[in-house]
């Protein structure tokens, strides 16, 4: 050891390790944080890297540091409603799309033919090239201390966070805790009848925090997730599959990527195949060794994203299910077959993928599994996803019993950016349904719950015409500049670009074009011959003037009747120690789900799931007996 010359005058540790094509700086800390971020996943790196942006001394926790931000399933980013909740996370000062573009391999609109609120982007990357980047980042982020570590215990005073401990006794304090455990705690793999332990191949699963939880009074329940084999790249016959080529001239997911030069890396092709009668019958026959179906897995599984066993029961009259053959890189020897998810034994995966077209000699070089893991029900938290047992306290991530990296992301940065908040004093953040997709995600599960692995569709939302991917930097970068992770240089850059929209729209209502350009057949380009006055806009501009122009009669009356919701009753704050058993007529039941969930408003109630609406109208006039 030596001294790092700060005048902090902390201590540090050199270790080398084969990470990031150089050298992993890992502090020794000093036993107090402001914020300590346990789990360096998808939520963790957005959450460590928020309260350290955020000025805050942080402390990320994670069991290995080379696995930092892996990819542990899909090679991909975004997708249908993925891709607002990355964008919607760009524009708040979040990492994971600038991560994308850098190791983006294969760029592609979702729902292009569709219209422009349901538009999504999804990016492939070069699986190890997104976690160097993620954890290069993180490396080099001033007030960030990454260490190699178990938490086994959260230090309780009372009903406020203290600190946490590690598995070796070391104890570290902090104003705030942040806990993004993805599938790791009680973790369980399955492939067939083998078990074993562990959140992920390669990796241990964390088991001290689920009692340490329980001990505080937090219920936990048990979700499972899945992932398909990988597949030899050479052992595939190409030929027999469909080409997916990338866009040819794709537009960077993050607002802070230079648009020129892009993308970064060399197009990889992608291919489509289809599982056929014979691949439904191989899985038929052999549902008797299937964890699934035995009952051996006790959590339940994703409705969007089921395993193929799962799938061929459930849509027993489907001929055929979709298989997407993703390269994880340019130079790596593996193929992720997105569609393919499984825990059957390892004789059967391979029986199954060979009846597939071009997979009839491929090779396996890791099988599929299944892992189980305890989830916290996230109507325990409040709309900041701070605990309401204990303050400051926050969970994030796939704890909260969602799936996917772009959810736990967005949980991530939201949990980061209020534990930065209270750390500093300051007002929280809470997004309004109508202000992103990622605010109707968290309001989702701390109102109604989970019963099953959660994950965000534009259908959730009510606004989905005004949430669009094009327009996220114009509705959320304002709050990203609030809590210092937008500067003020990128935040006048936002509202330029947002004058220059308005006033091209005002200057097409005065030159009579506007009301034109409202027809289905007609496009802001059609217009050019007639509009000898037309400035020149950057394209996505333009997109955005041609968008706002079609949808402005629609928008307007989504407006006028979520405004008079809203005035009706939905905006109501309910006092946070209001007694709901004092309401005269409600039932038992409707008072266990009030006195469960806490909810923030009338809104927050009336999205409980099983609250009639005569419990609502009890609850409104005894709140307006309250205020009188």
Request: aromatic share 6%; proline share 5%.
């Amino acid at each position: 050891m030596e001294s790092c010359g700060k005048t902090c005058g902390e201590l540090w540790i050199l270790r080398s390790q084969a990470l990031i094509r150089g050298t992993w700086y890992l502090w020794l800390p000093v036993d107090s944080f402001d914020v300590i971020v346990i789990g360096l996943g998808h939520a963790g790196c957005e959450a460590a890297l928020s309260c350290a942006r955020m000025g805050l001394k942080t402390l990320g926790l994670t069991m290995r540091a080379d696995r930092i931000a892996v990819m542990s399933c899909n090679p991909a980013i975004g997708g249908t409603a993925k891709g607002h909740l990355v964008r919607e996370l760009d524009a708040l000062g979040g990492e994971m799309a600038r991560a994308a573009d850098q190791a983006g391999t294969h760029f592609v609109t979702l729902n292009a033919s569709k219209g422009p609120a349901v538009r999504a982007t999804r990016v492939l990357c070069e699986r190890d090239a997104y976690a160097e980047v993620m954890q290069r980042t993180l490396a080099s982020q001033p007030g960030l201390t990454v260490l190699e570590g178990e938490a086994s215990a959260l230090e309780v005073e009372g009903t406020t966070i203290r600190g946490v401990r590690l598995s070796n006794g070391r104890e570290f304090a902090a104003r705030a805790v942040v806990v993004t455990t993805g599938t790791f705690l009680q973790a369980l793999m399955h492939v067939g009848e083998e078990k074993s332990i562990g959140g992920r191949l390669g990796d241990a699963a964390a088991t001290g925090l689920s009692g340490s939880l329980r001990a505080l009074g937090f219920e936990l329940g048990r979700f499972k997730t899945g992932t398909p084999a990988r597949l030899v790249r050479s052992s595939i016959d190409w030929a027999r599959c469909e080409l997916q080529p990338s866009e040819e001239r794709p537009k960077p997911f993050s607002l802070r990527t230079p648009r020129e030069p892009f993308p970064l890396r060399a197009p990889l092709a992608c291919h489509v195949t289809y599982t056929t009668p014979a691949t439904h019958e191989i899985l038929r026959a052999n549902l008797h060794a299937s964890p699934l179906f035995k009952g051996d897995i006790v959590g339940r599984g994703p409705r969007y994203c089921p395993s193929l066993e799962d799938k061929v029961v459930r849509f027993a009259d489907r001929q055929r299910h979709t298989v997407f053959l993703e390269p994880e890189g340019a130079t790596s020897p593996l193929v992720y077959p997105a569609g393919l998810s499984t825990s059957m034994p390892a004789e059967v995966q391979l029986r199954f993928l060979r009846s597939i077209p071009g997979l009839e000699h491929v090779e396996v070089a890791r099988f599929g599994y299944a892992v189980e893991y305890d989830y916290a029900p996230p109507t325990q938290l409040r709309g900041t996803l701070e605990t309401k047992r204990v303050s400051g306290l926050f969970f994030a991530g796939q704890l909260n019993g969602t799936s996917g990296y772009e959810e736990a992301a967005f949980q991530g940065l939201m949990a980061g950016i209020n534990a930065g908040l209270l750390a500093r004093g300051e007002p929280e953040l809470v997004l309004g349904r109508h202000e992103a997709h990622g605010a109707v995600l968290l309001d989702e599960l701390v109102t109604r719950g989970v019963d099953e692995p959660f994950r965000m569709m534009t259908s959730r939302s009510e606004h989905r015409l005004t949430l669009r991917e094009g327009n996220a930097e114009f509705r959320l970068r304002s709050h990203g500049a609030r809590v210092g992770l937008v500067t003020s240089e990128e935040f006048a850059k936002t509202e330029a670009r947002a004058a220059t929209v308005r006033e091209e729209l005002s200057r097409l209502e005065r030159a009579r074009l506007l009301t034109k350009l409202r027809r289905t057949e007609v496009t802001y380009a059609s217009l050019a011959s007639e509009d000898g006055e037309r400035p020149a806009l950057p394209e996505d501009l333009a997109t955005e003037v041609e968008v706002e122009a079609k949808y402005a009669g629609y928008v307007k009356q989504a407006s006028i009747a979520w405004n008079r919701k809203v005035e009706t009753h939905d905006a109501w704050k309910i006092p946070s120690g209001f007694a709901f058993a004092s309401v005269r007529g409600l039932s038992r039941e409707a008072i266990e789900k009030l006195e469960r969930t806490r909810p923030e408003t009338i809104g927050h109630a009336r999205r409980i799931p099983g609250l009639t609406p005569a419990s609502m109208s009890l609850l409104l006039v005894a709140l307006r007996r309250e205020s009188v």
